[in-house]
């Protein structure tokens, strides 16, 4: 793995630089600064709009009950997109702005839960998963409460707050 993301750091980097040196030669130096620049600030204003909107559409999920893989998924490719789109560069803002379409999200959110089911025997998952609501507080385990001796200073009624657990004795 740390030879792929070594070659991938060293790839990456002159990818982007003979881009700009072909798109720079084809437009001009000051429109492919433009463009770098603009892409990058229609990318951001993509991201917060689908980020929000998939926000919107998790709650709503776990509002009926259902597991949110599906958002979870847009939400992580979303922040991807993010990532890539503030990434100076040309390939990394087309790359950006591909994983903002929706149906390319799903095609490749579909294409990651079926590599994760295989590969890491995650069962269960899907739009169709459900779960529990939350109703309150879950406390497990075995709590004791210690009652003061009827000797201790703060047992005695009408000395103020008791450290124990309850506030003190009742009579």
Request: hydrophobic share 50%.
């Amino acid at each position: 793995m740390a030879p792929v993301i070594l070659l991938a750091l060293i790839l990456v980097p002159l990818a982007e630089i003979a881009t700009f040196i072909w798109v720079g030669g084809w437009i001009g130096a000051l429109p492919t600064v433009a463009l770098v620049v603009g892409l990058a600030i229609l990318g951001l204003w993509l991201l917060h709009h689908q980020g929000l909107g998939t926000l919107r559409k998790a709650q709503e999920a776990m509002d009926r009950g259902e597991m949110p893989v599906e958002q979870v998924t847009d939400g992580a490719f979303i922040v991807l997109a993010g990532l890539l789109m503030v990434t100076p560069g040309l390939l990394t803002d087309a790359l950006g702005l591909l994983l903002l379409v929706p149906a390319v999200r799903r095609a490749l959110g579909r294409a990651v839960t079926r590599w994760a089911r295989t590969h890491m025997h995650v069962q269960g998952m899907g739009a169709s998963a459900s779960y529990t609501r939350y109703s309150g507080p879950i406390i497990e385990g075995k709590a004791e409460a210690i009652e003061p001796e009827p000797d201790d200073a703060n047992a005695k009624k009408g000395d103020g707050p008791s450290p124990w657990i309850g506030g003190g004795r009742s009579n």
